[in-house]
């Protein structure tokens, strides 16, 4: 099965740069791949690479590591992520203080007092209540949302160089969601870190990342900044997700759905594989070949036959 084909993108140090698609489209496997965390049948093309440039410290070429303790540099130090699933992402019988304090202590030089008071700051930044007594409870005390919230302190605390966050405010209601965007945006500002942030809510993205990725089916379709793709996207597909959107200025409008259904990665279409689903569709072309990934204007690039016909459309307006 070919879950990701062809992706490629860099994130700067205090850059954030939004990953976004439809459930099934690969984005989850592209963000485990950065730290080997995909199964163990899984095979990556001799071509592929992951580096990892850190401050003082000589590149990781990620996929050439075959130990798994060469790898704690990586996972925790250089990069952390927020899974998408905040039930399965604490051990259910050791405490969530002493997890977090464990991963600090595997990570840095601190003390197990020092590393505690850190991880108390980092749960009411997150806006945890009474941090301190939540410290020493289970991860089955806390609510969803809660567990969810001390899974972004935890994964935080660290303050690795990369962040990848993995849909990180889907359970947590609208305030709280804020609160968390900020505090991310805050540790960008005020520690130089990069974030991957995945998620499928372009509100989300347009408030908070400065380039965005539109990945369909294993490959990236779209790429530039936030301002260029949300306002004039270039690809078929990114206008449909933004058509998607509900419209509050006009509560009557009807829905726009991207019309038809993902496929499935074990029968992937020929040439461009959006064509079963796309408006815009070229007859004898878009079925049979596969659309180079080409610029479409400044720091924009785009992988749809159209920009043949039309140019880089989108991209002067």
């Not at 590149?59 to 075959?66: A, D, H, M």
């Not at 408006?279 to 878009?286: H, L, Q, T």
């Not at 140019?311 to 307006?317: C, L, V």
């Amino acid at each position: 099965i070919t879950a990701v084909d062809q992706v490629s993108f860099d994130i700067a140090p205090g850059q954030i740069l939004g990953l976004v698609g439809e459930s099934g489209s690969g984005k989850s496997v592209t963000a485990k791949s950065l730290m080997r965390l995909n199964g163990d049948n899984t095979v990556y093309d001799a071509e592929s690479r992951i580096t990892l440039n850190m401050p003082g410290a000589a590149p990781i070429e990620v996929l050439s590591l075959r130990r798994e303790r060469d790898m704690i540099p990586v996972r925790g130090g250089g990069i952390s992520m927020i899974f998408q699933e905040p039930m399965a992402s604490f051990a259910p019988a050791i405490k969530v203080g002493d997890q977090m304090v464990e991963q600090l202590q595997l990570h840095s030089a601190m003390t197990r007092a020092e590393a505690r008071e850190l991880s108390i700051e980092m749960l009411a930044r997150v806006g945890i209540p009474e941090p301190a007594r939540r410290f020493d409870q289970y991860a089955f005390e806390f609510s969803g949302g809660m567990r969810q919230r001390a899974m972004i302190a935890m994964a935080l605390s660290t303050k690795p160089k990369l962040l990848i966050a993995d849909e990180p405010t889907t359970a947590l209601d609208v305030t709280i969601q804020a609160q968390v965007i900020d505090l991310m945006k805050d540790l960008v500002a005020e520690f130089g870190m990069a974030i991957l942030f995945i998620t499928h809510d372009l509100g989300v993205i347009a408030q908070t990342a400065d380039r965005v990725a539109v990945m369909y089916l294993g490959r990236i379709v779209e790429q530039g900044s936030v301002r260029q793709v949300i306002n004039a996207p270039a690809h078929p597909y990114t206008r449909g997700l933004i058509n998607a959107l509900p419209k509050l200025h006009d509560l009557d409008a009807p829905l726009t759905p991207v019309p038809g259904d993902i496929p499935s990665p074990l029968d992937r279409p020929s040439g461009c594989v959006f064509h079963t689903r796309c408006p815009e569709v070229i007859a004898g072309r878009c079925a049979a070949e596969v659309p180079g990934y080409r610029p479409a204007g400044e720091g924009r690039r785009v992988a749809c036959h159209r920009l043949d016909e039309t140019g880089a459309r989108g991209a002067a307006q």
